[in-house]
């Protein structure tokens, strides 16, 4: 190898690198929110499929969903899923998301953008839902989850994400001393493909001005 091309391999080596420890550097002089405040208003929409478990047995579902958050922080969802042995339901419910305050307060980020994203992507929800069947009977629906950020442009459209769930459904009535019915209580696996929009909240604004005494 001659002397020049030695040199090419060194200098684009150092590019390279340069180039993967650039984002790294810059996420750590952030501020650690990802522009949720920029744009604290969420409206996710998802769509996928999954299995919900009949005797032991997997029975395919199409599910769509939508969500309103605030902050990435709490919100409410509805969704719904529709399987051809399982029946059909409309969940409502509250989607609680603990760990993206507790971790920024704390000041316990990873400064890695798609690590911290996911942590904090991490939610519970907890409401009704409503079997749409011949009884048309409500159930409670307990579920979590998590999303990976696949594209995350900071613009209107908040990026793509792969959401992972599982959702617990138990419509079994309260009152009957029986054991439950398999077909009152079950578990459902899905992942959807989420479209976030951005809309502007102004949230940073709502602190009043401080003073500092002279």
């Known amino acids: 190898m001659t002397r020049g091309a030695r040199l090419g391999v060194i200098v684009g080596t150092i590019l390279v690198l340069s180039a993967f420890c650039a984002p790294a550097s810059a996420q750590r002089e952030g501020d650690g929110l990802y522009g949720r405040w920029d744009r604290g208003l969420t ?24 969500r309103f958050l605030v902050a990435d922080t ?14 059909q339901h409309l ?13 920024f307060f704390l000041y316990k980020q990873t400064w890695n953008e798609f690590a911290d994203l996911l942590l904090q992507s991490i939610f519970v929800e907890i409401g009704p839902a409503f079997l749409l069947d011949s009884h048309r009977s409500v ?13 995350r442009p900071l613009t ?18 309260s009152y009957r ?31 009043p001005p401080r003073y500092r005494p002279r």
């Open 43 to 66: 409206l996710a929409l998802g769509a996928g499929g999954g299995a919900t478990w009949l005797n032991r047995k997997a029975d395919p579902n199409v599910i769509g969903e939508a």
């Open 156 to 173: 209107t459209v908040k990026g793509l994400w792969l959401r992972i769930a599982t959702r617990y459904v138990n419509a079994d009535p």
């Open 139 to 151: 159930g409670l629906g307990v579920g979590f989850g998590f999303g990976v950020p696949l594209y």
């Open 91 to 103: 969940f409502v419910g509250v989607d609680l998301r603990p760990l993206f305050p507790a971790l």
């Open 74 to 87: 709490a919100g409410v969802v509805l969704s719904g899923r529709w399987g051809p042995d399982s029946g």
């Open 177 to 207: 001393n029986t054991q439950p019915t398999n077909d009152r209580t079950q578990w459902t696996l899905y992942a959807t493909f989420v479209v976030r929009l951005g809309f502007e909240s102004k949230l940073s604004r709502w602190e």
